[in-house]
């Protein structure tokens, strides 16, 4: 699965003024399928937002930065990433499943997770520094890799606040405090690069923007975290939270190395400017992925709390996985179909053309990538993420292996070594998926989402037909034609019914203002 490839997420503020929600009051909670769909429909009231940030970097930075400037960010950010992953320690997953199962003890949890992930990592921060001085890191500029080390810093905060809100269900601060802060990172960036800055001043604004944010979010959340009492207590817990924490540090290492080597590894084998068309590539790729992600950030602490119900997570992980195949089918044929025309579209240099075929393959992992996190929460949150952090290793080792088989064979024979990390990348998502189709107990799926997705399929395979007979037309007439197309076939096939949107509507109607009066927050 992919990892970032812009700004760390970073906390802000929603700019409500209401008097902050006791942290430690056990709140009713309500079931999971309405949690879940709360939580999406609150992280997508965001989105607007994420978008015009995303489009807004996705379009300038390769125009400002040209594709050294993108690589020389993209290969500091990801040993940043990579590093701020190992020193995390896990406990930030940890902290979510415990408040979501106990909430009462939040401010002491909260205060034990900040102690243990803010001493890893500043103890990483040292390593990478010292590193950096010994020439381990010739592969970037020094400047940028330092500066960079600003977000990694500021990661412990950040993810136990974010962690406190998703534990407690809490979705709308989660998603507000997240998004106003990535989107002022992004803004705040390129009007450095309009300004004349260089990539050394993109990754300090970025990264200055992460600290500020991030003060800001703890002021405004509330959270007032506390630690127990030194000794014996205080030991305990740090054991329980790094102990608790290991086998989700292994899955989000996992994660990382799979979604980020192969920027490391190209930096190795070939010129910064590819791994900036790659860069490219994976920011149009990833832009689809906050779709399962507004699934998936609800949907962990609602399963948590429902371990004890298999028909309950049976239920809930049909109806979950029918959804994001209607969402994420589409937009991997809009992808292949458009592809062609994005860089004339945004205005990159010619260059950027050699980041065509690694959208198209990139996107054709959409639909493995949301299953696999659908699996992968179950997993998770039904205490087997042991077996699931094997088969995160064994991608991760395949990920490494073949990278370093492929980047320099489509190097050598097609002057391009970034396409061969994009096959690479489509190969190991498989991979995952046949790992977690192994692995999820069977009783928790619905053979009839086999019959959904084979519909949804040939829907999708109908837009790119579609789309790509109207491209050479107008861009316009292709993405109109492809949708109409998909719609068409969904609806004949029966894969896409009325009934699809009359929950998510109604949900929609009632979060809306009534009487001249916002609805009431979640």
């Known amino acids: 699965m992919p990892t970032p490839t812009v700004e760390v997420p970073v906390v802000g503020h929603t700019g409500v003024a209401a008097a902050p929600e006791p942290v430690d009051s056990a709140t009713p909670r309500p079931p999971v399928g309405e949690s879940v769909t709360r939580g999406a429909l609150a992280l997508l009231s965001t989105q607007p937002l994420t978008w015009a940030g995303t489009l807004l970097t996705t379009i300038a930075a390769p125009r400002l930065l040209g594709a050294n400037g993108l690589g020389e960010f993209t290969i500091a950010f990801t040993i940043v990433t990579l590093a701020a992953t190992a020193t995390s320690l896990g406990v930030s997953e940890y902290l979510v499943r415990r408040v979501a199962q106990s909430p009462a003890t939040l401010r002491q949890d909260a205060g034990v997770a900040l102690l243990v992930q803010t001493v890893t990592t500043v103890l990483g921060a040292l390593a990478i520094l010292g590193l950096g001085t010994f020439g381990a890191f010739a592969l970037v500029d020094l400047r940028v890799l330092d500066v960079a080390l600003l977000m990694m810093l500021i990661t412990p905060a950040q993810t136990v606040l974010l962690s406190s809100f998703r534990g407690r269900e809490l979705h709308r601060q989660y998603a507000w405090f997240n998004a106003l802060s990535v989107v002022a990172g992004q803004v705040l960036g390129v009007v450095g690069l309009l300004a004349g800055g260089d990539v050394f001043v993109y990754t300090f604004i970025v990264g200055a923007v992460s600290v500020a944010s991030t003060a800001i979010g703890w002021k405004l959340s509330g959270l007032r975290p506390s630690l127990p009492p030194l000794g014996l207590t205080l030991g305990r817990e740090i054991r329980d939270f790094t102990w608790g924490g290991f086998p989700f540090l292994l899955w989000n290492l996992t994660v990382a190395i799979t979604g980020g080597i192969d920027r490391v590894l190209l930096g190795v084998f070939v010129p910064a400017a590819e791994v900036g068309w790659y860069a490219a590539a994976y920011r149009v790729f990833s832009i689809p992925i906050f779709m399962p992600t507004l699934i998936m950030t609800p949907l962990f602490p609602a399963l948590s709390r429902s371990v004890n119900s298999s028909e309950t997570i049976r239920r809930t992980v049909s109806k979950t996985l029918r959804v994001i195949l209607l969402l994420m089918v589409p937009m991997t044929a809009g992808i292949v179909v458009v592809a062609p025309a994005v860089p004339s579209l945004f205005g990159w240099p010619e260059d950027f053309d050699n980041a065509i075929p690694m959208m198209m393959i990139l996107s054709l992992q959409l639909p493995l990538i949301a299953v696999d996190m659908v699996f992968g929460v179950v997993l998770m949150a039904i205490g087997r993420q042991g077996p699931w952090v094997v088969v995160g290793l064994i991608g991760a080792a395949a990920k490494i292996l073949l990278d370093y088989l492929a980047i320099p064979v489509f190097e050598s ?110």
């Open 413 to 522: 024979h097609a002057g391009n070594g970034a396409i061969g990390a994009s096959v690479v990348t489509l190969v190991i998502e498989a991979l995952m998926f046949g790992g977690a189709l192994i692995l999820i107990p069977k009783h928790l799926l619905d053979a009839r989402v086999l019959w959904d997705a084979a519909r949804i399929t040939i829907a999708g395979i109908a837009t790119v037909v579609v789309g790509s007979l109207l491209l050479p037309v107008a861009l316009v007439l292709a993405v109109i034609g492809g949708g109409l197309a998909y719609v068409s076939v969904a609806f004949a096939l029966r894969a896409l019914t009325l009934e699809d949107a009359r929950p998510a509507v109604a949900r929609l109607v009632a979060m809306l203002p009534r009487g001249g009066a916002s609805s009431r927050a979640q």
